[in-house]
């Protein structure tokens, strides 16, 4: 059994029993955007019903919790989780003009039938220097833009090194991917080493060129953790860059951002530590309250405490210590960590 399902200002479609509204539009061939796939997890397929709300089948568990969620009234549903069971249904696509389209959509994927996100479970890396204020202040523009240069330079050859992938920079700092074409497991391994070869290779430029030169000692600050992203391209037209989003996004940028009052400068989740095949040496500090992020979570200490900064406040922590006893940051002598003090 079909019935006829009028889409306003585009064309009438013929939709089959049981067949999603988003389905029947894409094989109609209007460009019905799509960002999760039709598993109603992004609301870009959402429609206005204008006619007819009471003879659509009733919202799925999925579309309940994200209507939930971003308040939509009654008559938003989303298409890909709805389905017609009468004549006289009349809908509006919402996304779906040129600047809608500027906005959700890039020209590659309005190519590919709207599909402008993915699913994917990876390891998120930040890293950001520590006392760069101070050598700002004390050094000409044109040697903090050479020494910031190069050591950018290592972070980007360390991540390469172990596959990962920059997301973005800003100022001393930057934010990277791992596990785009790998497991979780190596993502995070990659991860973790990654970060190690960064310190290693900071302590060698330090010594050999920073503080002879510069009288200056750069360090890091290094947060690592796991979750499910979104891997895409939301941007507003200007690039083809990557970009991942996400809730785990922020837990590890603060985790990055809590490594100077935990005074370590590698501090990686509890949840990405458990995933290492060969995991370092850690300090556990049990649950971290992390500014700006609703629950407590547990990280571990893996890296080695300042040298030369002094602590501020950036969460608070539950239990466990605030300033780790330096003598007790160590790592063993593992796979994870060959050459490594
Ligand atoms: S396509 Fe993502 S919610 Fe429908």
Redesign the pocket.
Known sequence: MSFSLNFKGEQQISIEKGQSI?KAALAAGIPH??????????????VLVLKGEEKLTPPTS??QA?KKVNKFPDNIR????TCVLEEGVEIQRLIRDEIDRFIFVDDYAADTVGEIGELRKLALFFIDVRSFTPFLEANLPFDVIHLMRRILGIFKNCIVQYKGEIIDTAGDGLYAVFGLDSTIREATESAVLAGFKILEDLKIYNNTYVRPYFNHTFEVGIGVHVGNVVVGNVGIGLSHNLTVMGYPVNIAARLQAATKELNNNFVISALAYRLLKNPPYSLDCGYLNLTGVSNAYEVKLIGQPYQSISASPTGKLLNGPPNPPLEQISRHSGDMIKGKN
Do not use: S, V
């Open positions: 988003l955007y799509h960002a999760c796939g039709g598993r109603g997890q992004c609301t870009t397929c959402r999925n579309e994200i989303l298409a890909c989780q």
